[in-house]
């Protein structure tokens, strides 16, 4: 049994009065119209609808509650596999958050969506479909972590990103390449990637924001916390810059107890003290943010809103975070 849980997105779009898509439009059951004929001799696969909405609506709750369906789900004997239909803006995210909290789940859970929507001219929407319940149903998958099969590529979620907003060839893992490759009904597996231990998640998820740093703009560190966010992540510059004035609020962050961590928004590459200057890591260091090693700003902000949702919260944050972002980072 291959367990299909759809969340929306533009693979399950249907076309809009305006000429636009209406993103999530379409039930679960509705995705497996097309692709039917091509499953006949395949595992058999039960449909379950657990949102509609276009990713960019995902929030932390709904995180939790696709989480909770695949730890149900994964603790069914009955289970070979998982697959999730997602929306592409926020896919990365969703498939990085179920990889920390599954850990190795044996089971295969694959993550997909489309570039095009199901009514458009040459959709990837069927075949996407398609290849990620066959991965989901391989015994090659077992044992690889949470994977994003898009593309007749097969990446790992501790790797994949969107590198485009409109080609088929919608994501990629930048510096890494894709774990394996789909080749009709053969799969191809050349890697097998690190799979970090489960982080522990709570009832709640707190609020973590993103701050991105940019010559000469202003700080918005304090502004956002007395707005209500628990933590922060900064985008910084480089290895980890920030413009030389945003240190005070930094301090100021950490003298309230919410977290403020340093990611670099190059990509690539992790951030690192190298430097003696106002602004730098190490400025900001000392000031008390944590850097994020590799992780980009949303994969920092997922870990972070993990970490601080379990006891003891804020009070012990930064040897778990750094921990887990030192374990989790490519």
């Known amino acids: ?52 909405k276009p990713s960019n609506a995902i929030n932390g709750d709904d995180l939790s509650r696709i989480a909770e369906h695949c730890e149900r789900r994964l603790a069914d004997a009955a289970t070979e596999g998982i697959v999730i239909t997602h929306g592409t803006d926020t896919l990365e995210d969703t498939a990085w958050f179920l990889q920390q909290v599954l850990g190795d789940c044996q089971q295969p859970v694959v993550v997909t ?26 015994d090659a998958s077992r044992g690889r972590g949470v994977l994003v099969v898009f593309d007749q590529s097969i990446h790992s979620a501790s790797l994949v990103r969107k590198i485009s907003s409109y080609q088929l060839e919608g994501f990629g893992s930048p510096g890494y390449g ?16 690190v799979i970090p231990a489960p982080i522990p998640r709570g ?15 202003a700080c918005p560190v304090d502004a956002l916390l007395a707005d209500g966010a628990q933590a922060l992540v900064i985008d910084a510059l480089g290895r980890g810059q920030v413009p030389p004035d945003w240190v005070p609020a930094i301090e100021r962050a950490q003298a309230a107890n919410r977290p403020v961590v340093m990611t670099s928004s190059t990509g690539q590459g992790p951030v690192a003290p190298v430097y003696e200057f106002a602004g730098s890591l190490a400025d900001s ?13 949303r994969q920092a902000r997922l870990l972070l809103m993990l970490v601080l949702s379990t006891p003891p919260g804020a009070a012990q944050w930064r040897p778990r975070f750094a921990a887990a972002a030192r374990w989790s980072s490519a």
């Open 178 to 193: 894709p774990i394996g490759h789909i080749d009709g009904t053969t799969l191809r597996y050349p890697l097998r990637p």
């Open 203 to 217: 009832p709640a998820l707190p609020r973590v924001d993103i701050v991105t740093a940019a010559a000469g703009s």
């Open 113 to 138: 969506g489309s570039q095009r929507a199901p009514h458009e001219r040459g959709s990837d929407a069927p075949g996407n479909l398609i290849d990620a319940l066959r991965v989901a149903a391989a």
């Open 1 to 52: 049994m291959i367990h299909l849980l759809t969340t929306g997105g533009t693979i399950a779009s249907t076309p809009g009065a305006e000429g636009r898509h209406i993103a999530g439009a379409l039930p679960g059951e509705a995705l497996l119209d097309p692709v039917d004929a091509a499953l006949a001799h395949g595992p058999a696969v039960q449909t379950e609808s657990l949102l509609q």
């Open 285 to 297: 260091h000392t000031a008390g943010a944590e850097p994020a090693d590799a992780l980009t700003a």
